[in-house]
């Protein structure tokens, strides 16, 4: 859920209207009001800089870095350009002659040259590089009131004598169309279409498309690509919309070739431009009841997101469902302008009355897990820590800096920027949900960046590039003969080797080398006690959490499991024709389940179990496979701790078998209490849940067809899920630990009849 990171009011900007830009590809916010100043703040609402001016800012805009800021002040015929970095001002005289003033400024998205519309109709072009002017005379016969500068070098003008006028960096006029109304806010977009003569239509060509509202009814578009071939000029496209609409206030291109266009009435819609369908509407959606006034599209989030009513509400960009309401109580007067951060994890707000204020709506995307134990980055300088992903336990732990790296371990959470770690002490609480102190309980400093870390109860593994340095979290905790901090670096130098990739458990430290090393490291004895060479490169390693075994990814994109105790190494089973290319996995922390693990790809999810009873010895059983959602990264592999059915106690009444039910004690542990669940870490920064398909357990029996029972006794074997821990269940339906699964069968049998039937062959098969 988005929560505001800070806001400035009318004590700050003064009562009247406020406007704001975000810095280029960065999260810098620069904004101005009535009182006669321009602001510039950071990600925290810090102030970096404010410039005091004789007017009314009336526009601004950042350069394509984010070095400067133009400026044009209110009746005044400098345009002044302020450079963050060594706060040097330049003042430059862009006005053609006298009683003429600057309205409107544009920088290039490419290049250092801004173009500047003024009052008399004329433009002057501004290369701030070789700090050239260039002024362009009569290129409109009244004001200019927007100006747009395109990527591909095209200076776009609005003006009062309904004209749009197309010129290049040299003031040549490319294209004029004269226009029903006064337009404003042109727009370009370039649109990926069939090639003409390519009939198979394999390949693209790239089309440049001009838009601009006409007065407040239509939508002018206009293929300039098409503009000059053969002399046949194509006519503009005026689009008017339905009258219940009303005024169109802004409008956003995506998807190469759509528009959402937003109106006063809080309407919004989305159409096509593309040739085949142009002005078809899409979609529909009455966002505000009284009152929309401006919209963003961010495409690398995939979010609509528009204001009106004092809030600001946010749209999935595929379906048009709204995902998010957020209220913009700070503010009583009209909101006028949204917008997200380049970095696509903040957005703005502003509003007539001298409110500014930013949101937090996405955060880096961080994660981490440590057996049952999860931690998120869930706002730029909070972390927060769940149980299993249960967040009534969960515990915010706010940090001084924003991370690039986290981990977590059972009671610290290490946090990690540059080349310092910091360590929170998160366990020491009187309970959950209670905010930790912001003040870690130690911090260290290296020479080299810190690219990740593992941490256990008492140790940190901090992995720099190509090596590790191993160390007591504490500083005062274990120290060595010479009440020094305990600590060791891998790999030693001995191996001349660099680092691949290292895990950190509660008894062991271990690291794979670029030489193919797998190294065991004892906590304990502090000394390695075991190696294995593999055969090929190694790419990644994952240790299991409570034990020893490790699943080994090496160079020729094949899957391993180790187990250093008899040096066994077993091969994962091939999935398809097609070579499986896995990105992680992830071992089972509940007990009853550490046999089993997950790989996953980019799309989906594949579970396995070791296996004692194969022929010939060990081995590794596929098990099923579930579809990873899109942009989920697995943490956690645990159970739902949830049971579907009855506890056990009760023995089998006849009634049971005549309405074809199996006894509850079998049908207790054949339910929902031991399910798979992939807990992930998603885009947005929040975790979500996917169960696993192959692990769903049924524990409904009634009107069964047989081969859904077959089904689920294969299920219940290849899943080892017959282990039974209640003495009092009947010996009829135990063998020692195990069920006796042709005892089940049978009794499937008498259940289900011609189903218990196919049952017990099953049953007999096993």
Sequence with gaps: MAKILYSKREDYFGPGTTKFRWRSGGNMLAASGSNNILAIFDRKGDQIDCHHTTSGVIDFAWDFEGDVIAMLIDKSPILTLFD???????????????KEFPLCVSWSPVKQVLAVGNSNGNVVIYNHSNQKKTPIMGKHQRRITHIFVSADDLICCASEDSSISVSNFEGETVYQFQCTSA???????????????DPAQKSKQTELHLSAILGTKHLMLVNLAKETQGGQDMPTVNLAFQEQYGEIVTYQWYDNGRLIVGFRSGQWVSISARESEIGSELHTEKAFSTYLSDITINQ???RIVCCG?????????????????????????????????????????ASQGGFVGVYLVAVTQLGTAYKDTIAVLTAIDEITVMKEVDKRSAITVPTVVEPSVIAVGPRHVGVGVNNTVWFYDYANRSEFGTPVASQPVSHYEYLSTVLDVRVNGAYAAIIMDGRLRLQTILEDDHLDADGLVRSANFPEPERNARLVDAALTDDFLVFATDTNYVVYFALTEWQVVSEYRHPQGIRKIVVEPDGVRLILFDAKMDTFVYSPVDDSLLKLPAIGATIQVYKGALWETFTIDRDTFIVYDSNEIYVFLLSRDEIGGEGIVHVGKTKLDYGHTPLMLSKVGQKNCHEPGSNRRPSDLQSGALPTELSWLMGGLLQGIVNCLTTSGRTSTILLQSNMTDNVFERKKPEEFVAMLKQAVSLKRLTVTRPELSKRWCLGSKFDVAGLAADAAVAAGAAGVAAAKSGDEY
């Design 84 to 98: 963050v970095a060594t706060k040097g001002m330049e003042m430059i005289d862009v006005s053609t002659g006298p």
């Design 183 to 197: 337009p404003w806010l042109v727009r370009t977009f370039e649109m990926r279409v069939p090639r003409a003569d």
């Design 300 to 302: 690398a989030l995939g």
């Design 309 to 349: 009513d004092n809030q600001i509400r946010v749209y999935d960009l595929s379906s048009y469902q709204i995902l998010e309401i957020i209220g913009v109580l700070e503010s009583e007067k009209e909101l006028v302008q949204v917008e997200i951060s380049p970095d696509t994890r903040m957005c703005a707000v």
